[in-house]
């Protein structure tokens, strides 16, 4: 939400918000690398907000991202979620 208020311009910063440095140890921002986790950019913001939800709320199974996404809150989830859709 916070990137909500700031505008597009603030959505493609360079900068990911805090907590976003959680998701680069499994999901690759580097469109080279090929990995069994899954890029997050070229997601929607709103896919990806509701995937972490969903882990967060327990009604998606996971091994880790469950006990991670219940660290956040629903403003820090679309900061994060806002911030990887406009990255490329």
């Known amino acids: 939400m916070a990137l909500t208020l700031l505008g597009p311009a603030a959505a493609g910063r360079a900068e990911p918000p805090q907590g976003a440095s959680s998701c680069t140890g499994c999901h690759a921002l580097n469109p080279a690398l090929v990995t069994a986790i899954p890029r997050l950019p070229g997601h929607s913001a709103a896919e990806l907000a509701g995937q972490m939800q969903a882990f967060r709320n327990g009604q998606r199974p996971s091994t880790v991202m469950g ?4 660290g956040f809150s629903d403003r820090e989830i679309e900061a994060i979620a806002e911030w990887y859709a406009a990255q490329k």
């Open 67 to 70: 006990r991670i996404a219940k």
